[in-house]
């Protein structure tokens, strides 16, 4: 076995000290159940997302030990486990608890639960990569869902089949999930959500360069974020303006992607029109205009920059090397040229580097598969191993009665020993009493910690997403998405109901611009 790092060891010490103790108290009274005590687990369960061990041998040992330690409810501990490993980007053990919690579920007869958590091994294959599983597990759980007649959660995951079909370039099969999740939405009333179906589909036929149907569905999405004031609106307007611009319509594109641009600058919402400043710019450069592409694509780069948004950065960059090589400005043009390949370089970087850790994680399963192996080959050894110890066994009991005479004699000496081994216990737990005060010292310093790292954790999110325009419970309700929580824990912890936490939920995506709480999570904490 690899050997623990430090921080690991000392919390498998302070488990030890506890278990010692609760096994003491135990023996002294035998009549007394031992009881579960939710605060030493949700103290473990922080534990090992703080001290994170940087081996899966380490983070299985450590997260077992977690779960030999709960009596009750272990599937939502092993929920809570699988969604600490995710959070670590550690997809291959959160697959591994997120099926603990499944097996359970499926176990207890409550399919619905089990249809939700098969649902998340399907995001975690999905996000390391691996989409034919992800399809399979998607597949599964939407089944499940119909079966039970529970529309809403069958369309979402129409959704997310859709993407995953357009990510394998099965553009018709995309369509078609896409279309039948907009028809759940239609049916129950889900306006929003059937725009933001509009909009995905009227992507994908953009793509796939039937920009007529584009046009048709950007439309219909624009029309029910008519009197919307969010960014929904806007963002809608200007893919209407690209579609335009594509089809060669300047005049039209022109118009619309400009009075989207100054209802980004009345919003106060500058940072957001990144896009709208790149299609402009690539507008004017196909009208010959050269000098005002060169102004929007400048301005489109400096925002890109400011975001961080390496893919929006590329696309200013190239039409700024093609205004710049226009206009003969041969050196400026060489030195943009210089740093687009730069970034690139460094978004090529972070493809191998995803590219490893699937490599990894496929590893990581071979390896999990030939431990199995080996342990069902331990397991027969053991087997064996036991039916000689009840022979020996059935040897020693009549070794044993032929030595209680023996021992008969010796009661006398047993008595003083056994006295010794009284004054021995009574040393013991006074030792236990003072690992017990050593304990409490401890768990209060934990305590104390865990509280201002919680503070400050919250502090750093909230800084994080200011940049964002959110409104103040939008960034309530990012910060509990960037925890792990559902949306009816959101709502209930936020006293909304849990279509308003939705309404929110899509806002946030459509300001973050991204399309799910994975990415929406990762754009807040590392943006």
């Not at 330690?69 to 969604?83: M, P, R, V, Y």
């Not at 030595?403 to 216990?425: A, E, T, V």
Request: charged residues 25%.
């Amino acid at each position: 076995m690899q050997v623990l790092n430090k921080s690991y060891l000392i919390i498998l010490s302070l488990v030890t000290i506890t278990f010692l103790f609760s096994c003491q108290n135990h023996k002294s009274n035998p009549k007394e159940t031992i009881r579960e005590k939710p605060a030493e687990i949700d103290l473990l369960l922080d534990s090992l997302s703080n001290y994170y061990p940087s081996n899966n041998d380490s983070l299985i040992l450590f997260s077992d030990h977690i779960l030999s330690n709960t009596l009750k409810n272990k599937e939502q501990i092993n929920i809570k486990i699988a969604h600490i490993h995710y959070n670590h980007s550690n997809y291959f053990l959160a697959q591994k608890y997120f099926r603990n919690a499944s097996e359970t579920f499926l176990k207890d007869s409550l399919i619905e639960k089990y249809a939700e958590q098969i649902t998340n091994i399907g995001v975690t294959k999905e996000v390391s990569g691996d989409y034919s599983s992800a399809l399979d597990y998607y597949l599964r759980a939407q089944n499940i869902f119909d079966s039970l007649n529970l529309p809403e959660k069958s369309s979402y995951l129409d959704n997310n089949i859709g993407i995953i079909y357009e990510q394998l370039k099965d553009k018709d099969k995309a369509l078609r999930y896409y279309h039948k999740s907009l028809t759940t939405s239609i049916r129950l009333k889900k306006w929003k959500l059937s725009a933001s179906r509009y909009n995905n589909i009227a992507s994908l036929y953009e793509s796939n360069s039937q920009l007529d149907s584009a046009l048709i569905f950007y439309t219909k999405a624009y029309q029910i974020y008519q009197n919307d004031s969010s960014i929904n609106k806007l963002v809608t307007k200007s893919n209407i303006g690209h579609v335009y611009l594509l089809m060669k319509k300047f005049a039209m594109a022109d118009s619309i992607l400009e009075s989207t641009y100054r209802a980004y600058i009345k919003q106060k919402l500058r940072v957001n029109s990144s896009y709208v400043l790149t299609c402009q710019a690539q507008s004017f450069f196909d009208q010959g205009l050269v000098q005002k592409s060169l102004q929007k694509a400048q301005e489109a780069y400096q925002i890109s920059k400011q975001n961080k948004n390496k893919e929006k950065e590329l696309e200013s960059l190239d039409i700024l090397i093609k205004s710049s090589e226009k206009l003969q400005q041969y050196k400026q043009t060489n030195e943009l040229i210089k740093r687009y390949y730069r970034i690139k370089e460094e978004l090529t970087g972070i493809e191998q580097r995803q590219f490893i850790n699937n490599l990894d994680i496929k590893y990581q399963v071979k390896e999990q598969k030939h431990k199995i192996q080996v342990l069902e080959l331990n397991n027969n050894v053991q087997s064996e191993k036991l039916l000689e110890l009840w022979l020996l066994i059935t040897i020693l009991v009549a070794l044993l009665l032929g030595l209680y005479i023996i021992l008969k004699l010796q009661k006398k000496n047993n008595r003083l020993f056994i006295n010794q081994m009284q004054r021995d216990i009574s040393d013991y737990i006074s030792q236990i009493e003072e690992i017990k005060e050593s304990k409490e010292k401890i768990e209060e310093s934990l305590n104390n910690e865990k509280k201002e790292s919680e503070k400050q954790n919250e502090t750093n999110i909230l800084e994080k997403i200011k940049q964002f325009n959110l409104t103040e419970r939008e960034q309530d309700v990012l910060l509990l998405i960037s925890q792990g929580y559902k949306n009816a824990e959101i709502a209930d912890k936020l006293f909304l109901s849990i279509n308003t936490i939705k309404t929110h939920t899509k806002n946030i995506f459509i300001k973050l611009d991204v399309r799910n709480r994975i990415e929406a999570t990762r754009k807040a904490q590392f943006s």
